[in-house]
């Protein structure tokens, strides 16, 4: 099992900037595609960010130029730079990773959410 854990969420103003963080822990066998989706009240969960294992990068085309995936496979960790923070992107934000633990098949795992308020 892979177990994913989020942090760096919070409130900031307009135009401010945060850092998600997500480590996956367990038996990792490897980490293929890791990446960061939202859910804003009332809609549905839609991708954000996402990156592979040889770096390609991915992003919704309302977070481009603003914010940035990176990751650090040697910690199994993901991160979401987001700079000019809008209203629009409050949020809970969930990690994700398509990943193979142990023996077991390739499967897609999940956070439990942080939550993002962009407010004045």
């Known amino acids: 099992q892979v177990q994913l854990v989020e942090s760096g969420g919070g409130l900031v103003q307009p135009g401010g900037s945060l850092r998600l963080s997500c480590a996956a822990s367990g038996s990792i066998f490897r980490t293929y595609v890791m990446g960061w989706y939202r859910q804003a009240p009332g809609k549905q969960r839609d991708l954000v960010a996402a990156i592979t294992l040889s770096g390609n990068t991915n992003y919704v085309d309302s977070v481009k130029g603003r914010f940035t995936i990176s990751r650090d496979d040697a910690k199994n960790t993901v991160y979401l730079q987001m700079n000019s923070l809008k209203a629009e992107d409050t949020a809970v934000y969930y990690c994700?990773?398509?990943?193979?633990?142990?023996?077991?098949?390739?499967?897609?795992?999940w956070g439990q959410g942080t939550q993002v308020t962009v407010s004045s």
């Open positions: 994700h990773t398509f990943a193979k633990s142990g023996d077991s098949p390739s499967r897609h795992y």
